[in-house]
Nanobody, 119 residues
Framework: QVQLVESGGGLVQAGGSLRLSCAAS????????MGWFRQAPGKEREFVAV????????VYADSVKGRFTISRDNAKNTVYLQMNSLKPEDTAVYYCNAAPRIGVVGDYWGQGTQVTVSS
């Protein structure tokens, strides 16, 4: 019912910036939350940020507060993750997730986009 496609990953030097995009289709965005998770090799998938689709309310993981910003464009059905001041420990595959609301992990995932931060 929901299709998510991530893009925007790549290789960047420490201290640099990237903007990830997640295009959503196949559903209404009413009463939905869209979030970003990431997973590095050999590590657990971890929460990064989430936004309420209709209200714009946001929640961030402590590890990215002040550096990452999640936003959405309702007309384009797209959620963004602006990543600034990137660190090598930010290196991971970043996944988009659609959920009924903030506070739960949804069942809809994108295929992921690789972010590599070099030092």
């Amino acid at each position: 019912q929901v299709q998510l496609v991530e893009s925007g990953g790549g290789l960047v030097q420490a201290g640099g910036s990237l903007r990830l995009s997640c295009a959503a289709s196949g559903r209404t965005f009413s009463s939905y939350a869209m979030g970003w998770f990431r997973q590095a090799p050999g590590k657990e998938r971890e929460f990064v940020a989430v936004i309420n689709w209709s209200s714009g309310s946001t929640v961030y993981a402590d590890s990215v507060k002040g550096r990452f910003t999640i936003s959405r464009d309702n007309a384009k059905n797209t959620v963004y993750l602006q990543m600034n001041s990137l660190k090598p420990e930010d290196t991971a595959v970043y996944y988009c997730n659609a959920a009924p609301r903030i506070g739960v992990v949804g069942d809809y995932w994108g295929q992921g986009t690789q972010v590599t931060v070099s030092s």
